[in-house]
């Protein structure tokens, strides 16, 4: 493949986190000679979201490889449906939900089950609908949910720098699913305690992806950049040709 055959990366974050997370990752493609784009996830609605990335979608010319971390998967699977020139869908230890299912649903799939609820802080923001409000993950329990494989200085400032998602994300129903007619990749971190690999696992295999699993926490892009690289140049040489 050349270079300028090669698909625009889009990378889109999750809640608690932000677009620095992709940095490691950035690098590393960037390198490989791939234009790379990490836009700002607004984490207010679920579909609100896809409709803020499906806008970037379509200032970009050529094909796309649209990546998503965590939430950022339910994101990617709204956003992506009918764009022609999304070629293929990569999961970092990621959501890829199916049509009327909503994320809090998702996490019980093949039995699993996360501790996320029990140690969620809430703080109102102006505008909210009712019953809606910010969750945030408590910074006591931080590192032990979601980045157990960073040191404890970096997941202290990523605590502290923690984007909030509305809490109405958790409950909303997605739409018809991008992964029943793109090709889609999955990373999944077999020490995640945030996503359960068990309800990963069962959504890469419901999509019929091509899963890679890793002994990592949730953040796999900032610990193991270098397999989420190189799962993410597999997804673009696999489905665009030479």
């Not at 793109?182 to 690999?197: C, E, M, Q, V, Y």
Request: aromatic share 6%; net charge negative; hydrophobic share 45%.
């Amino acid at each position: 493949m050349n270079s300028e055959s090669k698909p625009t990366v889009v990378l889109v974050h999750g809640a608690f986190a932000d677009a620095s997370g992709w940095t490691g990752v950035i690098k590393k493609l960037q390198r490989d000679g791939y234009t790379a784009l990490a836009p700002a996830n607004p984490l207010r609605s679920l579909h609100g979201d896809a409709e803020y990335v499906r806008a970037v979608l379509a200032t970009i010319e050529g094909p796309i490889v649209l990546v998503g971390h965590s939430y950022g998967g339910a994101v990617i699977t709204n956003a992506a449906t009918d764009v022609e020139n999304v070629v293929s869908l990569v999961y970092i230890c990621g959501f890829a939900l199916d049509e009327g299912e909503p994320v809090l649903q998702a996490l019980g799939l093949g039995g699993g089950s996360a501790a996320l609820g029990e140690h969620t802080l809430v703080r109102p923001y102006p505008g909210a609908g009712e019953g809606d409000a910010d969750g945030y993950i408590d910074p006591a329990y931080f590192k032990e949910l979601f980045c157990d494989d960073l040191s404890d200085e970096d997941a202290a400032a990523m605590a502290a720098a923690q984007r909030p998602a509305a809490l109405n994300t958790l409950g909303t129903l997605s739409g018809v699913p991008a992964w029943k007619t793109i090709p889609s990749w999955f990373l999944i971190g077999a020490d995640d305690r945030t996503i359960p690999p068990e309800a990963h696992r069962a959504m890469a295999e419901r999509a019929g992806g091509i899963a890679v699993e890793i002994e990592s926490s949730h953040v796999a892009m900032i610990s193991h950049p270098d397999a989420v690289a190189k799962l993410i140049v597999d997804a673009a040489k696999n489905a665009v040709p030479a």
